[in-house]
């Protein structure tokens, strides 16, 4: 069974700094997503990343993928208030059709 | 163009009763998955559909059951409901498989089991 582990599951950003939210799998996928959840929302698309490197940029976030070391990290530079939310990394199984979410990170920005 | 669409947003239901939970898809999607979200076991599949064909399962028990329809549109059913069914539902559609799009969530049903 596919195990997504994501980490740190809380992290305190200050406002301006970056910080790097770690999403480790344990079997072979080449197809790995971001998302984003609000506080009583739904999840929100960040990015699709669908090959070893790839690498995505939307704004203060950087995403990329590396199948190899099954690792993907998101990045996050000079972060503001509004990137307050939780963070899912899921990872899509090489044989079936399901997503395999990590347990979340909660990022909070501070002043 | 309209995003995936679930109704109801909220739900309270007693134990024992029985809940149905619907998931409009953006159109022209075909693939519907199911996911549970509770805050001790996070994000789990529950069931993805295509086609009106069940194609994949997660470990959930036989209480829980969906199905689409030709539109596309899919509903899931939890029987005999526990406390421990006390979740957010969300639904997601993607355009075909799911190895060639990506997913979008509608916003969810959260359901309370009292």
């Known amino acids: 069974e596919l195990k997504v582990e994501q980490n740190p599951l809380f992290l305190s950003m200050q406002e301006g700094k970056n910080y790097t939210i770690y999403c480790n799998y344990s079997?072979?996928?080449?197809?790995l997503y971001w998302y984003r959840q609000d506080p009583g929302k739904s999840l929100e698309s960040l990015f699709v990343?669908?090959?070893?490197?790839a690498v995505k940029q939307e704004g203060r976030l950087m995403a990329s993928l590396d199948t190899k070391a099954r690792l993907s990290t998101l990045h996050i530079t000079a972060a503001v208030h509004d990137l307050s939310a939780t963070y899912f990394c899921?990872?899509?199984?090489?044989?079936?059709?399901?997503?395999?979410f990590g347990a979340g990170t909660t990022v909070t920005v501070r002043a | 163009k309209a995003g995936v669409t679930q109704t109801p947003r909220y739900l309270i239901k007693t134990r024992g009763q029985q809940v149905t939970l619907s998931c409009s898809p953006i159109?022209?999607?075909?693939?519907v998955s199911w996911y549970q979200q509770t805050p001790g076991q996070g994000l789990q599949f529950l069931f993805e559909?295509?086609?009106?064909?069940?194609?994949n399962k997660g470990n959930f028990p036989g209480r829980f059951s969906g199905r689409q329809f030709s539109n596309s549109r899919s509903e899931m059913n939890v029987s005999t409901l526990e406390l421990g069914d006390s979740a957010l539902y969300l639904c997601?559609?993607?355009?075909?498989?799911?190895?060639?799009?990506?997913?979008?969530f509608g916003q969810g049903t959260r359901l309370t089991v009292v």
């Open positions: 079997t072979t996928s080449d197809r």
């Open positions: 559909y295509f086609s009106e064909t069940q194609r």
């Open positions: 990343l669908l090959s070893n490197g």
């Open positions: 899921a990872v899509e199984s090489s044989n079936d059709y399901k997503l395999s």
């Open positions: 997601a559609s993607s355009w075909e498989e799911m190895r060639n799009t990506e997913a979008f």
């Open positions: 159109s022209g999607h075909r693939s």
